[in-house]
């Protein structure tokens, strides 16, 4: 088996997948992710979205995509913020999760609708479903439509926000050693898959021909690395091979591949990555930081409130290792010449 299989046996196997147990996220579980550590993260990723479309022409439609949504926290902290802007989120036609795990879209149901149980979820098995998951769908009071699909085939061709965060880092990777007679293959066992970019391709095809923009943000760097799979289980590294199932196992993400592979065969244009750090601190986290501060009414709540913006942001933490990319597809020129400002999205001004 390639090491590429064995992640996705370990990770979404249908029986015995380390996600298919359901939250594996927090002090309780295995590890804490950003839109876990504090609101601010996720109210600032819905601002970048709102500045993008108005940046690409304001479309009447709209829909989301998100990618490995985990306990649906970052999801509902965009939709709270984008629900002020009634202007924009009459345009959103529906939301749409793409998740492998029954456990967690049940979850993520009760973060977006609360107050539902699982009876109020549309099933529709159909061929296209045959074997996975079936398509799953609830309806908000105020109107708004949330949707789970296995797959991105599967996801409506519409303008698009998409959102990865903490995803590809957890996408099979094929590992490759150098020995005497070149380079070849690690392999578990027996056997071979290779699933591991078509993804990126795919919103990148996605985006290209229905237009929109994304986000991908992961622990990684902008260069290839060696092998870096590895495994946390209660916050701690373990190795990759003890009871398969049992721990979180990713690689870091190598983002010049993932710009390389997006944009070869599409004209989608990508910005990035940037440091997680500097993407926070353009959309204005410091004044976000400072608003929730006045409004906590007690000392640990204000302590808790500094406490994640600085796992957030310091270089030590999560600030430098996460990195944020992004991916669109610019609209024609309309003859007159862009400001940079006007040109790049935000977060990404700075970049040559
Ligand atoms: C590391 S968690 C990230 C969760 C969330 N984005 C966050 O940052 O809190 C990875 C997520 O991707 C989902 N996932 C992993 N592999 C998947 C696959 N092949 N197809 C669909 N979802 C997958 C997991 O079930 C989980 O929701």
Redesign the pocket.
Same mark, same amino acid.
């Given at each position: 088996m390639t090491v590429a299989h064995y992640i996705?046996q370990v #990770?979404?196997n249908p029986l015995s997948g380390y996600?298919m147990h359901g939250d594996v996220?927090g002090q309780e579980g295995d590890f804490v992710?950003?839109?876990?550590i504090s609101q601010m993260f996720g109210e600032l990723c819905g601002i970048w979205y709102l500045t993008e479309w108005m940046r690409l022409g304001k479309p009447e439609h709209t829909q989301i995509v998100e990618?490995?949504?985990?306990?649906g926290? #970052?999801m509902s902290d965009m939709v709270r913020t984008w629900k002020q802007f009634p202007h924009f989120y009459k345009t959103i036609t529906g939301i749409h999760l793409? $998740?492998? +795990?029954p456990g #967690?879209r049940k979850m993520q149901r009760a973060a977006l609708v609360q107050g539902s149980t699982d009876s109020d979820v549309s099933r529709i098995e159909s061929k296209e479903t045959a074997g996975m998951n079936p398509a799953e769908s609830i309806t908000r009071e105020d109107g708004l439509k949330i949707c789970w699909h %296995?797959?991105i085939e599967l996801v409506p061709e519409q303008w698009s926000f998409i959102m990865a965060? $903490?995803?590809f880092?957890? #996408?099979p990777v094929h590992s490759f050693e150098k020995t005497s007679e070149g380079w070849r293959e690690m392999l578990v066992d027996m056997d071979d898959t290779n699933e591991n970019w078509s993804i990126a391709d795919k919103m990148a095809k996605l985006v290209d021909t229905h237009g929109g923009t994304g986000l991908m943000i992961d622990y990684g760097q902008d260069f290839a690395q060696g092998d870096t799979l590895r495994a946390i289980k209660k916050h701690k590294f373990v190795h990759p091979m003890t009871e398969p199932g049992s721990a %979180?196992l +990713?690689v870091d993400v190598d983002f010049a591949s993932l710009k390389d592979h997006m944009t070869k065969e599409s004209g989608v244009t990508t910005n990035g990555p940037v440091t997680q750090s500097e993407f926070l601190q353009s959309l204005g986290i410091q004044v976000r930081m400072e608003m929730l501060l006045k409004n906590a009414t007690s000392r640990p709540a204000r302590n808790n409130i500094i406490e994640s913006f600085k796992r957030l942001l310091d270089p030590a933490a999560m600030g430098r290792i996460y990195k944020v990319l992004a991916f669109s597809k610019e609209q024609p020129s309309s003859g007159m010449k862009k400001s940079i400002e006007e040109a790049r999205p935000v977060g990404f001004h700075h970049l040559n």
């Open positions: 996705r #990770l979404v996600y996220f992710t950003s839109p876990e990618f490995g949504p985990g306990r926290t #970052l793409v $998740e492998a +795990s #967690l %296995d797959g965060h $903490e995803f880092d957890a #996408l %979180d +990713s």
